[in-house]
């Protein structure tokens, strides 16, 4: 199986997708038009609103309802990239330049604010008060988990356990809002919603895990930015954790957060490599998968299962 | 009539949507949860909440649908400051210190994302689609008309068209949302929904004349912030748009925006206030006062309307 199989099933709605996030651009007001055809151009695999639509191929599967829903996770996607650029100050964005660093800080903030909107309303029009509420305490717990990294006392006892609490809510919690919405507006059964709602936040996990780990071993031509960011930008990931807590005499954790040179990044990078930590969190990849997968048991035993199944293999196996 | 007058017959839903604001900072991420307290606790005159209370009260005054909306246009507000004065650099903001300014641009930033996560939660909790899409909207109008300031390249034949567009945007649509969403929830006839929509449109674009005059004439200690605010920041108000198409022969509106030294700024505001510009902002600021009383006609007359029709004439006469 290829990553593909996951869009085949579902290549109708997501092409339907495509185009409603195209007419989006289509706004009277130039800069605006132009932010938004370069923030829609630069959605990338789509991962997520075909997570939506696979997940309504079960039971009833509502295309008036599924494509707003997925163009709203989508956009709400972009919307958090955008503003997470400015935090970041990130100057690449899957190899581009981000809107910040493009257009300027106040532009990325307003049309943040503006994409936000823009998926709220698409949400809207599903009319299911479900998931319009859903949508919305995603983006509450993606901002407030945010929030809870700025001026943290760091902790190296609890590192571990606030690594899971940060990547829950930058991650996991859009890809379980994106599987949930999908079974609720299927009409799928309550325990179909809640399975699916679990295998997209365990699927969400264990993505980010592996993310942190590319961002150890992968290339830049394939993330579409430097390997090491984030220990250049002082983010404390898994593979650190790890290797901290097997080397407690090595102040990492604190020379990380005080974010030193290069050169030093650069030093640390590599004794984290040679050390082994990155396959200690691969180990922890895997465990996240499979909880994934094992959601998936009281689902009917049909094509789209078999592919969810699939992904979560396939999806250990990426590299950008 | 006095101001309170707007207040007095929606005390109780009042005291209900501060209670709902404070709730709303009880959270359990720390730094979240001052922010949320230090931000609930600026909100001010609460006017536009009571205005979707008030315009609930001519039909079916249901406090199960009129709080949480009202909630949610309260928390909107709040949430286009928060990220409006990232914008402006602003350092106070009603007498005290941004949250910008108090707590950093990222946190800003972020509490902005997270307010307009729990207004359109709140909002969703109404159940009613018709004021979630307005919502959405809302935020799309606001957020796109700022950026439609940036890069701008400054007409001065079209600049007070501009001008109505640009507070159009940034405050009548808030306050037309305020009290059309009140009519909405309350089972008003359409014709009743469209007159109070448009009454908070023209009452929106008065307060932003108005507010625009005081930025000349006002007192720091009573505007919470430096008089002639807006020149310095280099914004085109209505007095400054209409003494250059007086004066013609002043470069006025070029200085402006390339953003003179303070000496020109008090130089340029002496000018304007001893010309007769400040008088013609007056007459347009009342004219769009005169059609915001006009809607009224078709209303049960009844003491809300009174009510409603006195604030216009109130509106005119603020010194804050």
Request: net charge negative.
């Amino acid at each position: 199986m290829k990553m593909d199989n996951l869009y085949i099933p579902v290549a109708d709605g997501l092409e339907m997708v495509e185009k409603a996030l195209q007419n989006i651009a289509e706004v009277d007001i130039p800069i605006l038009a132009a932010l938004l055809e370069y923030a829609v151009q630069s959605t990338g695999k789509k991962i997520r609103p075909a997570f939506t639509l696979l997940c309504g191929k079960f039971y009833n599967y509502n295309l008036d309802k599924l494509i707003p829903m997925s163009v709203g996770v989508e956009l709400l996607h972009v919307a958090t990239l955008v503003h997470d650029d400015i935090i970041d100050e990130s100057e690449l964005r899957r190899g581009k330049p981000t809107v910040k660093y493009a257009w300027g800080e106040n532009a990325a903030l307003l049309l943040g604010d503006y994409l936000f909107a823009q998926a709220a309303k698409s949400v809207a029009t599903t009319g299911n008060q479900r998931v319009i509420e859903l949508f919305a305490q995603t983006l509450m717990t993606i901002s407030g988990g945010e929030l809870a990294q700025i001026n943290v006392l760091f902790d190296a006892k609890r590192a571990r356990e606030h690594y899971y609490e940060w990547i829950a809510a930058k991650t996991a919690c859009l890809f379980s809002t994106a599987t949930e919405s999908g079974a609720v507006l299927s009409d799928a059964p309550e325990e179909v919603i809640q399975a699916l709602k679990n295998y997209g936040y365990y699927f969400g996990m264990a993505f980010q895990v592996i993310d942190d780990i590319l961002d150890f071993i992968g290339k830049e031509a394939e993330l579409g930015k430097p390997v090491g960011s984030d220990l250049m930008e002082g983010a404390v990931t898994l593979p650190t954790i790890i290797y901290a807590e097997s080397n407690p005499e090595h102040d990492i954790l604190e020379q990380i957060i005080d974010k030193k040179d290069r050169t030093e990044v650069a030093e640390t990078m590599e004794k984290i490599r040679k050390s082994s930590a990155l396959d200690k969190c691969m180990d922890i990849a895997r465990d996240f998968s499979r909880k994934a997968a094992s959601q998936l048991e009281i689902l009917p035993d049909n094509e789209y299962r078999n592919i969810l199944s699939g992904l979560v293999d396939l999806m250990l196996e990426r590299k950008k």
